[in-house]
C-alpha cells in the first residue's frame, strides 16, 4: 500500500465540489451553455409566434421587450439559478437522510488500485477509471472517476496524514489529465 487517508467529508464539502463540478467542470460548463442557448431560442421563438399571431401591435412590442428582459436576465443569472438549486437538492437529501456520500470513508491506494472502505462497502477500482485530477486550491483534490462521481479529498486532511508532494506525485502517474483551479 503506498497510501492510506481516513476522509471526514462534511455537507459542505459536498456543497462544494458539487458546485464545482457544475461552475468549472467541463459537463457543468456545457449544460449552463446549452441551457443558456436554449432559453435564448426558446425567447425569439415565443416573440416571433406573438407577432406572427398579433401582428406589429403595442401589446406585443410590450410583450416581446418585457420577456426579452425577463429572459436575459434569467440567462444572466443562470449561474445563481444552479447554484440555489444545488443547495436545495442538497437540503432536500438531507432531510430524507439520503445523503449521496459517506461522511466516514478510507481511501487506500495501492500500485494498481484505489480500495475505498466506508461502514456499508468496499470498493476496489483499478486507476484506469480515473478520468482527470482536479485541484482546486489548497481546499480540494478531487480524483474523478466518471463524469458526474469524484473522489472527494480535502487538502487539510491530505496534508495531516501522508506527504501531500509525493502523494500528488503518485496521482500525476497514474492520471495524465490534471487541472488546477
Not at 72 to 84: A, D, H, S, T, W
Given at each position: 500500500m503506498q497510501f492510506k487517508l481516513d476522509i471526514n467529508l462534511t455537507e459542505d464539502d459536498y456543497l462544494e465540489y458539487n458546485l464545482f463540478h457544475a461552475m468549472q467542470s467541463n459537463t457543468g460548463k456545457k449544460q449552463i451553455?446549452?441551457?443558456r442557448i436554449?432559453?435564448?431560442?426558446?425567447?425569439?421563438?415565443?416573440?416571433?409566434?406573438?407577432?406572427?399571431i398579433l401582428g406589429c401591435t403595442f401589446f406585443s412590442i410590450t410583450y416581446a421587450i418585457?420577456?426579452?428582459?425577463?429572459?436575459?436576465?434569467?440567462?444572466?443569472?443562470?449561474?445563481?439559478?444552479?447554484?440555489?438549486?444545488i443547495k436545495s437538492q442538497i437540503k432536500k437529501l438531507k432531510k430524507t437522510g439520503k445523503l449521496p456520500f459517506d461522511a466516514v470513508s478510507r481511501l487506500e491506494f495501492h500500485e494498481d488500485k484505489i480500495i475505498e472502505i466506508t461502514d456499508s462497502k468496499r470498493i476496489e477500482q483499478g486507476y484506469e477509471v480515473l478520468e482527470r485530477i482536479c485541484i482546486?486550491?489548497?481546499r480540494f483534490v478531487y480524483l474523478y472517476y466518471s463524469s458526474i462521481g469524484a473522489f472527494i479529498l480535502p487538502v487539510p486532511q491530505i496534508k495531516n496524514q501522508i506527504?501531500?508532494?509525493d502523494f500528488l506525485n503518485f496521482l500525476f502517474q497514474k492520471c495524465n489529465i490534471v487541472e488546477y483551479y
Open positions: 451553455r446549452k441551457s436554449f432559453l435564448a431560442v426558446v425567447t425569439v421563438i415565443l416573440i416571433a409566434i406573438v407577432f406572427l418585457l420577456l426579452g428582459l425577463f429572459m436575459g436576465l434569467y440567462i444572466l443569472f443562470l449561474v445563481n439559478v444552479v447554484k440555489r438549486n482546486v486550491g489548497d506527504d501531500q508532494d
